[in-house]
Nanobody, 122 residues
Framework: QVQLVESGGGLVQAGGSLRLSCAASGRTFSTYAMGWFRQAPGKEREFVGAISWSGSIREGVDSVKGRFTIFRGNAKNTVYLQMNSLKPEDTAVYYC???????????????WGQGTQVTVSS
């Protein structure tokens, strides 16, 4: 049984920063990638980015480029999403997901976290 547990969401003012974490447990992940997605109310879930087991990064939506960074901790089963210069339009539920390819497609991910709310006030 694979579990992904996210943490780090919350309320922050525009211009602030948050770091989300996602810890995976339950099996070996030697060939898996970890992706981050987000979904705002009334909108489709969108791809924020992903990191492969080897550490290569796939970037997501243009709106977060240069502001969001994905990296792994010393324990490779934990991945972080560092979000800087946050904007009100970044408000969404953020999900981490585990998959083989680490691409932008939702269907490429086999396991999902429960989501964590990020709210950016103006």
């Amino acid at each position: 049984q694979v579990q992904l547990v996210e943490s780090g969401g919350g309320l922050v003012q525009a211009g602030g920063s948050l770091r989300l974490s996602c810890a995976a447990s339950g099996r070996t992940f030697s060939t898996y990638a970890m992706g981050w997605f987000r979904q705002a109310p009334g909108k489709e879930r969108e791809f924020v980015g992903a990191i492969s087991w080897s550490g290569s990064i796939r970037e997501g939506v243009d709106s977060v480029k240069g502001r969001f960074t994905i990296f792994r901790g010393n324990a490779k089963n934990t991945v972080y999403l560092q979000m800087n210069s946050l904007k009100p339009e970044d408000t969404a539920v953020y999900y981490c997901a585990l998959g083989v390819s680490g691409d932008y497609r939702i269907r490429s991910y086999d396991y999902w976290g429960q989501g964590t709310q990020v709210t950016v006030s103006s």
